[in-house]
Antibody
């Protein structure tokens, strides 16, 4: 059974870079047809898609965050990562990593989420 | 990209059926079969309950069903149960190869 676990600092100062890692266990991150993504949820708000990375290495980002987001994969560690630069208080949220494993486009595996607060 | 439009809240009595709509455009919902629905209980991670408009992952109750007409997708919960009280989000693939979520719908079981 595939499991995903987010890790990273819970507090980030503006305008630093937020860095999170998602460790995948129970399967290989580089299996063809899989893709991985990051989603966030601000306090009391809905889900916001941040971006995705495919097994080919192709990345796609939310246009509203473009320029600040980078998603990468480290196959040797079975991890993928999120970097969000120039953060502000508006980036305070629960950040989820998720994977598309048994479907073609839907996110069927999710991490438990990690709270990130942006504050000086 | 604009979020898909969902009603803020829907309610129903136990045993009833409710339907949640999700309206987008021809660049997302209307243009692809890749509409999915997620259930989220308070303090928990979202859970996939419908993918590819109307398919259910293994283990998801058949009380959940999905459909699509034009630019609007719908999630129907039949035989409403107390455990169905949660937030529900739709999501779609887009013409830019990105994904977009709906604003979410809070389902209340009366």
């Amino acid at each position: 059974q595939l499991q995903l676990q987010e890790s990273g600092p819970g507090l980030v100062k503006p305008p630093e870079t937020l860095s999170l890692t998602c460790t995948v266990s129970g399967g290989s991150i580089s299996t063809s047809s899989y893709y991985w993504g990051w989603i966030r949820q601000s306090p009391g708000k809905g889900l916001e898609w941040i971006g995705s990375i495919y097994y080919t290495g192709s990345t796609y980002y939310n246009p509203s965050l473009k320029g600040r987001v980078t998603i990468s994969v480290d196959t040797s560690k079975n991890q993928f990562s999120l970097k969000l630069s120039s953060v502000t208080a508006a980036d305070t949220a629960v950040y989820y990593c998720a994977g598309c494993v048994q479907t073609e486009m839907a996110l069927d595996y999710w991490g438990q989420g990690t709270q990130v607060t942006v504050s000086s | 990209q604009s979020a898909l439009t969902q009603p803020a809240s829907v309610s129903g009595s136990p045993g009833q059926s409710i339907t949640i709509s999700c309206t987008g455009s021809s660049s997302d919902v209307g243009g692809y079969k890749y509409v999915s629905w997620y259930q989220q209980h308070p303090g928990k991670a979202p859970k996939l309950i419908i993918y590819d408009v109307s398919d259910r992952p293994s283990g998801v109750s058949n009380r959940f069903s999905g459909s699509k007409s034009g630019n609007t997708a719908s999630l129907t919960i039949s035989g409403l149960q107390a455990e169905d009280e949660a937030d529900y989000y739709c999501s779609s693939y887009t013409s830019s190869s990105t994904r977009v979520f709906g604003g979410g719908t809070k389902v209340t079981v009366l």
